[in-house]
């Protein structure tokens, strides 16, 4: 009876595996077969956000083309001004209009690059750079040309920073020179205080001229902060023209100790010379 036990029990033992062994293989079966209806798996495609956008035209024509040529001023050269002639003969006559000989080195017209050693920089990117760091916006207009100009070309006065120089020796230079032109002789010790330690009149227009100056760094390529600290040949002194010299204009001279300047605003006698 024990022997008839134990082979009906290897029997269905041994039929168990031969069923799990055909499941096995037909569920491997049916997987092989789904694999092969399957499609292939593919990467991933990234579609860039401008790709399909049209283009919208800056000027707002949308239909009509642009026209007229693209004005290209030459670079002013700082280096060539004693060689070119006729650079130097522009130099000459933009500076006649002012009263002015050798307290400014150039004057260039916001529309212009210039050229001081190897760095070549236009007054669009100083005005720009100047524009930012004080929180205002640089109006500019597009042409039909294509140009993008400031909405109006004005004078800036450039001074290339030699050794030995400071700011207020500079701004004290370009007003001796102004008032001479005038036939007015200022002093060498004008600037120096007056009445126990008391600011003269010569002595605020400088401090104030601080507020109408951009001092640029052209090897770093921005507008300076620090204009106590200013390196010989890697800076320039910025002057907006109009404002200087109109301020200058307004002043009668032998009033002028009756200036008052508070930081900020300077109040000027109402009379020219």
């Not at 029990?9 to 799990?20: F, K, N, P, Q």
């Not at 292939?40 to 026209?67: L, P, R």
Request: aromatic share 8%; net charge positive.
């Amino acid at each position: 009876m024990s022997l008839q036990k134990n082979g009906k029990r290897s029997g269905l033992i041994t039929i168990a595996v031969i069923l799990c062994g055909v499941f096995f293989l037909t569920a491997l079966y049916f997987t092989k077969l789904q694999e092969k209806d399957l499609p292939a798996s593919k990467g991933k495609i990234v579609m860039s956000q401008k790709q399909g956008i049209n283009k919208k035209d800056i000027t707002g024509n949308k239909n009509k083309a642009v026209k007229g040529d693209i004005i290209i001023m030459p670079t002013l050269d700082y280096n060539n001004l004693q060689k070119d002639k006729t650079l130097k003969q522009l130099m000459v006559s933009r500076k006649e209009g002012l009263g002015i000989k050798k307290s400014l080195d150039m004057i260039v017209n916001s529309d212009e690059s210039f050229k001081i050693g190897d760095v070549q920089i236009s007054m669009r990117d100083i005005l720009e750079n100047a524009f930012i760091k004080d929180g205002e916006v640089f109006e500019e207009k597009i042409y039909d040309s294509g140009a993008i100009l400031p909405q109006k070309i004005k004078p800036y006065g450039i001074y290339v920073v030699q050794p030995g120089d400071n700011i207020w020796n500079i701004h004290f230079n370009i007003l001796k020179e102004f008032y001479g032109h005038h036939g007015i002789h200022v002093t060498p010790r004008a600037d120096e205080p007056i009445d126990q330690g008391k600011s003269s009149g010569v002595g605020k227009i400088l401090k104030f001229s601080e507020t109408l100056v951009i001092i640029y760094n052209l090897i770093e390529k921005k507008v300076d902060s620090n204009i106590d600290i200013i390196e010989p040949l890697s800076k320039i002194v910025v002057y907006n023209v109009d404002e200087v010299f109109s301020l200058l204009q307004e002043i009668n001279y032998h009033n002028i100790d009756r200036i008052q300047f508070d930081g900020k605003t300077i109040w000027i006698p109402a009379k020219k010379i």
